[in-house]
């Protein structure tokens, strides 16, 4: 993708256990004679709000669509300076660090450190987030528990005896430059992505909202549904309420083994192992509830997105999400169709309880008094076909385009390691890039932010 890339003329062995080769004219430093931890707490509580992004960095609480905070809570809080370095103590191992680029506050459970030797806070942040720096910042932390599933931290004195490979201070600003200039082209192509998957997106919406809500016939007689956000419908359709279509499920998990399954907003309903998407485990399965094939599962808590899915296999489920079963003869996929229509979104929106976005909550009553759109089973099934041969070359380009997303992101990830370590040397491809493109800030990957926000831990609640 970029030319002009090779190895260094010459390399030596570190003696870092974890770095195989380091270029002849770069060094090694420990952490704590780069770095200074520095303390300060507003007295006040009135200086801006920062919050850190795995992607972003350190972004304005507030201007990012952060709930408002009052500044009584934020008395205390440690106030970072443009060119520190702040670290999330206890995601350091999955590269959550920033170099601040803005006067403002940030959580007291975090560390801010000032450089004081030769090194650009950028570049050292760059370093921080590769994946091998990760593994070692892994090693070192302490505390409870394991993994991702424990509260382990990278404390300042470990982290301090941490080596640090570091090339000449100008080398590190051309690294850095040339980083930013191989981001924005990145950026480029995951946003024309992103932009395909949409209207191929639309496309699929068009075609399905079209099945489910006036047929498949060419000519059909039409009624008005009664509905005024539904419009006219097949006149020998029903719209009944979701209390007469549907039941409520509670079957108690008794502690036999069963599949664990999430939802998906991408898969729809699956195990829970097969995930793509980031998903919490648990320790208990208390209150977990069983799932059978043909149930309608919701997660409560993005019914405005809809996060509807028709199971297809046994399993159970978390006590937050609702399982219901049908009352009447349906196919349950033609309702979970029906239910990811912009039109069903925006009701059960409405009808979802809650001050904060992401956080409201359809309850059953809400969601029974809605009605639905109901042919009968035979036309239900037949629209279900349709959309799925209508649509199929539509998901196999969406995901084609994801997977050149994905291959794009983890091409990037290695890019940047190689680099930081050594093992690519840039100075020559940077010299070549237009005097136009210096200037300009690298785009932040703010799509993959919305899904870290479980990673912003002692931010205020």
Known sequence: MIDGLHSYAAYRKPNVAWLPRLPSHWEVWRAKTLLREVDRRSRTGTERLLSLRMHAGLVDHHATGGKH???SALVGY?????????????????GLFAAAKMEGLVSPDYAIFKPLGPVDADFAVQLFRTPVMGAVFRLESRGLGTGEAGFLRLYTDRFGMLHVPLPPLEEQKTIVRFLDHANRRIER???????????????????????VTGGLAPKVSMKDSGVPWLGQIPAHWDTPTNQRIFREEIRPHNGYPEIQLSLSQRDGLVATSEMRERSLQTASFDNWKVVFPGDLVLNRFKAHLGVFFSATLRGIVSFHYGVFAPRIELNSKYFELLFHTAPYRAVFAGR?????????????????????????????EAIVSFSQHATAGIDTSIARAEREITLMREYRTRLIADVVTGQLDVREAAALLPASDLDEPAPADLEDDATDDDLNEGEPE
């Open 69 to 71: 905070v009052p500044p």
């Open 78 to 94: 440690k106030h970072v300076i443009p060119g520190e370095i702040v670290m999330n103590r206890m995601r350091a191992a999955v």
């Open 189 to 211: 192509f995951i946003r024309t992505k992103r932009k395909l998957i949409a209207l191929l997106n639309e496309q699929k919406q068009v075609i399905i909202h079209r099945a």
């Open 352 to 380: 979802s309880n809650g001050m904060t976005v992401g956080l409201q909550n359809l309850s059953n009553q809400n969601f029974y008094s809605v009605r639905a759109v109901v042919p009968p089973i035979r036309e239900q």
